[in-house]
């Protein structure tokens, strides 16, 4: 009796102890840091006017392009859910998260882009993005240029004044 409870303790305890010292998917997530949560802009320019609006919240992430209509952005380009945050890629539904120094970077899978790689950093106020493009099937990657998202309390109004003048000024 005294060691077939001895065996059980033992049995409980090592199983408890393997418990803890696997990884679980709390532990591997981390967030999107404080300074980069919010809603951010860019304008697209005079070729397809609209904006690119970014929405990065503690563990959800949306990317879309679109412009407004009723106050409201009404999404040109990937009008899916938001994603969320995990430990491993999933079309369309998550995204995973490294830092390098103080860059943050992101990483989705799109059904109709494929895997990007996002690098964003904040400098005054602005957060910076830059993406990379993986093309499995002809084994290349293309790059963007840095994009300079800004926080807009009016970006419908801030939309039709740069559209009016005629003229695509970046944020």
Do not use: C
Request: charged share 20%; no cysteine.
């Amino acid at each position: 009796m005294k060691r077939s409870v001895l065996i059980s303790v033992s049995l409980l305890l090592g199983a408890l102890g393997l418990g803890m010292s696997l990884p679980t998917a709390a532990d591997a997530a981390t967030t999107i840091p404080q300074n980069m949560r919010g809603t951010w802009f860019f304008s697209n320019g005079d070729e397809d006017p609209g904006l690119t609006r970014v929405v990065m919240k503690a563990k959800t992430y949306d990317i879309a392009f679109g412009t407004f209509s009723h106050g409201k952005f009404v999404k040109k380009w990937n009008n899916k859910q938001p994603l969320r945050l995990a430990n491993q890629l999933t079309v369309n539904k998550t995204f995973t998260t490294s830092k390098q120094g103080k860059k943050l970077i992101l990483k989705t899978k799109m059904a109709d882009w494929g895997l990007i790689t996002y690098t964003y950093s904040m400098k005054k106020e602005h957060l910076y993005q830059h993406w990379i493009k993986q093309d499995s099937g002809a084994k290349s990657a293309y790059s963007s240029g840095v994009f300079k998202y800004s926080k807009l309390a009016h970006p419908e109004k801030y939309l039709n004044e740069v559209y009016k003048a005629g003229t695509a000024r970046r944020l």
